[in-house]
């Protein structure tokens, strides 16, 4: 495992846009005051942000609200809304390289990976719900007494958008283009600890044309600004990224206050399942992108590794000897595989996580410390002899740590994947069709893959079962999440109503 490099010559990205972006213009929050936002490779302080709080969130939302109720976005045909929505999407690769460039320094995210999937899969999404934009149909029904009816679907109204950090490009867009696409307009929360990419995607939207008002941007933190988008009687809707604690919070919020909906994609502990008739190598090849892709700060990493009695033994052996080749260092170095962690506070909650592994007695196969003498860099870690009932077992870490665990038969297998409070996603090695048939249908997951992993799209749903969240975002039910049903009903004219 290499160390950090100092040596790198990229040129770093000018941070432009550190205020609050209300009604198509940047400005300081109400209180004047700021917060500082950490480049993760060193812990030094990249910019100091603007700190929104209640009083800029009602700022937003009323311009949001006016957008709304009395602006062209939602009025604008379906064809013109596609048309801008291009436009957007063009501008958003014109600017990757920058915009890859500021969520590397600010989330410690692999900038060439970034900037050819983040980046180019935002521009893929925002052309997708544009061609969605001028499709929005309701039905007509036949009733079965003397009346006609049919539904319009209509925007929801405003939006509250709450953003988390490890994938800040991704999860804006993911959200912000069906809610474009729909008609809505929104108030935007990213993550305390990366909010420089959202606002330059707001800046970006002013460029492509979206009308000012439709996509307002407020930073600050969970507990003051995104407690007040959550909890605020003019947002019509909620869609929220994040941990299962705060989303317990924010269906609270939602509940005591307007009663608005809510979709929540939270954490996951997603088992990646390799029986005796898979390809080891390929599956040797998956098991570290499962688990240590984007240094594991993701919500489907396949942090649990089941493996069949018949190969664990080569496959430890093999998992070894990759490991040891992984490339922890500075995320803008194109032979980096893993970056470092996004904040110090991270960092450590994941260093505890491996302590405690130790103390529960799992062996330490390979990793389990730090890299470097600054920054948050922490090796790939794989744990085995880890029992289901384990904390490194049962708990999301958000980190590159790896249990590996061996089975037997496949209804063990089946019941100890699904012997856990998340169900986001999950993989299945096989060459049996059967088997894998047989599992994709009895692992209680939102996603399952048969032979990959992280093959995600924005034409594919995707959301939890269980304790991982609930609604679905990507694809056309991503779309129906900020759209409500009308049904229209009139008498005919025989109806003795007339």
Same mark, same amino acid.
């Given at each position: 495992?290499?160390?950090p ?11 432009k846009?550190t205020?609050?972006f ?5 400005v300081?929050?109400v ?37 709304f ?19 957007y ?11 890859a ?8 995210k ?8 983040? @980046?180019?899969?935002?521009? &893929?999404?925002?052309?997708?719900? *544009?061609? /969605? !934009?001028?499709?929005? =149909?309701?039905?007509?029904?036949k ?17 509250g ?10 999860i804006?867009?993911?959200?912000v283009?069906?809610?474009?696409a729909?008609g ?13 990419s959202?606002l330059?995607?707001?800046?970006l ?8 008002g @439709?996509?307002?941007v407020? &930073?600050?933190?969970?507990?003051? *600004?995104g /407690? !007040?988008?959550?909890? =605020? ?35 996951g ?22 688990a ?21 033994d080569?496959?430890v ?5 990759? !490991?040891?080749?992984?490339v ?8 980096v595989?893993q ?9 450590e ?26 920054g ?9 002899d880890?029992?289901?009932e ?13 249990s590996?665990?061996?089975?037997k ?12 409070k ?8 096989t ?28 034409d ?14 990507m694809g056309l039910?991503?779309l ?19």
């Amino acid at each position: 495992m290499a160390t950090p490099s100092n040596d790198n010559c990229f040129k770093l990205p000018e941070v432009k846009f550190t205020k609050l972006f209300i009604n198509g213009q940047f400005v300081d929050s109400v209180s004047g005051k700021t917060f500082e936002t950490i480049d993760p490779r060193s812990g030094e302080v990249i910019a100091r942000v603007a700190e929104g709080d209640k009083e800029d969130v009602d700022l937003a939302v009323k311009e949001a609200r006016e957008a709304f109720d009395h602006g062209k976005w939602p009025r604008m045909s379906g064809a013109e809304r596609h048309r801008i929505m291009l436009k957007y999407a063009d501008v958003l690769d014109e600017h990757a390289e920058e915009l890859a460039a500021i969520d590397s320094l600010d989330a410690g995210k692999l900038f060439t990976l970034t900037k050819a999937l983040d @980046v180019a899969e935002s521009a &893929n999404c925002l052309r997708y719900y *544009a061609g /969605a !934009a001028d499709k929005i =149909h309701g039905q007509t029904l036949k009733m079965s007494s003397p009346f006609q009816a049919y539904t319009l679907l209509e925007p929801i109204g405003v939006v509250g958008l709450i953003i988390p950090w490890n994938f800040p490009i991704s999860i804006f867009f993911g959200k912000v283009s069906p809610a474009l696409a729909a008609g809505c307009t929104m108030v935007v929360k990213p993550a305390e600890q990366t909010p420089l990419s959202a606002l330059y995607c707001a800046h970006l939207a002013k460029l492509a044309g979206i009308p000012d008002g @439709v996509i307002n941007v407020v &930073n600050g933190f969970g507990s003051t *600004a995104g /407690a !007040a988008v959550s909890s =605020h009687m003019d947002i019509d809707k909620v869609s929220f990224t994040g941990s299962t604690e705060v989303g317990r919070l924010i269906m609270q919020a939602a509940a005591t206050s307007n009663l608005k909906p809510v979709s929540l994609e939270l954490g996951g502990k997603s088992p990646l399942i390799v029986f005796n008739d898979a390809d080891v190598d390929m599956a040797v090849g998956l098991a570290p992108m499962a688990a240590f892709f984007n240094k594991g700060e993701i919500c489907i990493a396949g942090s649990r590794v089941y493996v069949q009695e018949g190969i664990y033994d080569e496959f430890v052996k093999k998992m070894i000897e990759r !490991a040891n080749s992984w490339v922890v260092g500075d995320p803008f170095d194109p032979k980096v595989h893993q970056g470092p962690q996004v904040d110090k506070k991270q960092f450590e909650r994941i260093l505890a996580y491996i302590d405690h592994g130790k103390r529960e007695g799992a062996t330490l196969l390979t990793g389990g410390k730090s890299v470097g003498d600054k920054g948050y860099y922490i090796e790939p870690t794989i744990f085995t002899d880890v029992t289901d009932e384990m904390v490194i077992a049962k708990e999301e870490i958000f980190g590159p740590v790896m249990s590996l665990m061996k089975f037997k038969t496949v209804d063990e297998v089946i019941g100890r994947a699904n012997n856990t409070k998340y169900g986001l996603a999950a993989a299945v090695l096989t060459k049996d069709i059967n088997l894998a048939n047989r599992m994709t249908r009895s692992i209680r997951a939102g996603v399952v893959w048969v032979n990959c992993y992280f093959a995600l799209s924005h034409d594919v749903p995707f959301g939890g079962y269980k304790m991982s969240g609930f609604g679905r975002e990507m694809g056309l039910q991503g779309l129906h999440n900020f759209l409500q049903i009308k049904s229209v009903v009139s008498p005919l004219y025989d109806s003795p109503w007339l």
